[in-house]
């Protein structure tokens, strides 16, 4: 599933990226107020990723901040 959204970072659902960053280890803090804004931080990194959900697709330079994130955590969801 990581493979295919780096291949394709415009065609990536909420779900998705919510679930792998989830696996990787991020903690979720839900939005407050109505907001559609997801925040997501891990322990181990010195920044957030925020997700928009409500979209139909995520905007593909929040898939790419996700992306980053995971490469620097150097995660190995693939293998699972």
Do not use: C, W
């Not at 065609?11 to 792998?20: A, C, E, G, T, Y």
């Not at 991020?26 to 925020?50: A, M, N, Q, W």
Request: glycine share 8%; no cysteine.
């Amino acid at each position: 599933m990581l493979e295919g959204i780096r291949n394709n970072p415009k065609d990536v659902q909420f779900n998705k990226l919510q679930k792998i960053l989830g696996d990787a280890g991020f903690k979720e803090r839900r939005p407050k107020g109505g907001s559609s804004h997801y925040i997501y931080y891990h322990g181990s990194l010195d920044r957030i990723v925020t997700l928009t959900k409500g979209a139909k697709r995520l905007p593909k330079y929040q898939v790419k901040d996700a992306l980053r994130a995971l490469k620097r955590l150097e995660v190995e969801y693939e293998k699972r």
